[in-house]
């Protein structure tokens, strides 16, 4: 009997060290799911620490690859632009010489012929009984008429002068690489300067009956500014201004944008003010308007309204980049149902 007790005994005691060294494994099993949970989640936060690091620098690249996108397209279209200035200033100087040349002489041609028709009339009241060759002469070059005409001839020559004169100097104006400088400058003169070159898009044409042209000019002070710049802002705006109308009015190559009602009386205003201690101008244009959500893009690189093939995007950004930047003004644009207006705060 006391043997099967002290079997059973030592079966207890045996179960009692199985148990002691069940419990044991039991909790290193437990502290090493505890390490390897640890473990586990200090890799998952340094993935998704990488993982947002990896975000952080995807999202910086595709910023500089878009910002070197942007520059590279300004500087292309800088270096189109100074280029222009200098075909445009090359052009100005060859045309004004031979230009100047005529309009010069033409009021000596004026007095000439003066002269000469003198002589013919004083010719003819001291011998009024021609010989006949010289009677059929007469009446071969229709001396009275040439005599009425002529005058008007020189006349338009030196109008169609004149004209040729102002644009070749709208031309150097606008493109102002003698003034490359922050300088004093008349912005009026580059407004007019910009809509001289811009004059042809406003006459009338075959599409339309024309643009009409708006100008309520204030009493502007000089302005220090960077006068080519400024001529360059001007010429984007207008020239939207332009492709707006040309489309609400039905221009051939706009009709994929010219879904509203046929504009009947296109018209450009411009509107120069000071107020407070700042320039202010307005350019209007009475055309189909922009929509309030595209407003805050408009000034973004590469974004436009235009159809393929009619704009880069560039102009606006380009100019905004030329007000802000470079004169600390501001470019804004407002919209409504009578049209769009650009306005530019430029500080004195």
């Known amino acids: 009997m006391q043997d099967k007790i002290n079997a059973l005994e030592r079966q207890v005691r045996s179960l009692q060290k199985k148990l002691k ?26 993935l998704q620490s990488s993982k947002q690091e990896l975000e952080d620098r995807r999202q910086v690249l595709e910023n500089l690859i878009t910002e070197l996108k942007t520059t590279q397209s300004q500087l292309v279209d800088s270096e189109k632009m100074s280029a222009l200035g200098i075909l445009v200033a090359g052009i100005a ?52 008429f040439l005599k009425e005409d002529y005058s008007n001839l020189l006349q338009s020559m030196d109008t169609g002068a004149k004209r ?31 809509l001289s070159i811009l004059g042809h898009r406003l006459k009338p044409c075959h599409h339309h009956d024309g643009i009409a042209l708006v100008k309520r000019y204030g009493d502007l002070p000089k302005l220090h500014c960077y006068p080519g710049k400024l001529n360059q802002v001007f010429m984007n705006i207008l020239s939207n201004a332009i492709d707006a109308l040309e489309a609400a009015v039905g221009v051939a190559g706009w009709e994929e944008v010219s879904s509203i009602k046929k504009l009947q009386d296109p018209h450009i205003t411009i509107e120069t003010t000071v107020e407070a201690a700042d320039i202010v101008i307005h350019i209007g244009n009475n055309g189909p308007g922009i929509s309030a959500d595209i407003i805050p893009k408009l000034f973004d690189p590469f974004f436009t309204t235009k159809p393929v093939g009619k704009g880069t995007g560039l102009g606006l950004s380009i100019s905004y980049q030329i007000v802000v930047e470079q004169h600390n003004g501001k470019l804004l644009c407002h919209a409504h149902e009578h049209g769009t207006v650009f306005t530019i705060v430029l500080p004195m």
């Open 93 to 144: 100087h060859e045309i004004n010489n031979p230009v100047s040349f005529i309009y010069g002489n033409l009021s000596h041609a004026q007095a000439y012929t003066q002269d000469l028709f003198k002589l013919v009339h004083a010719y003819q009241q001291e011998y009024p009984e021609p010989s006949e060759s010289i009677q059929n002469l007469i009446t071969e070059i229709e001396l009275d």
């Open 164 to 194: 040729i004169y102002n644009i070749v100097g709208a031309l150097r104006t606008f493109s102002r690489l003698d003034e490359a400088e922050h300088k004093e400058a008349d912005l009026h003169k580059g407004l007019d300067s910009t």
């Open 21 to 46: 060294r069940s419990q044991a494994d039991r909790r290193l099993l437990e502290a090493s799911n505890a390490r390897t949970e640890s473990l586990l989640k200090r890799v998952i936060e340094e």
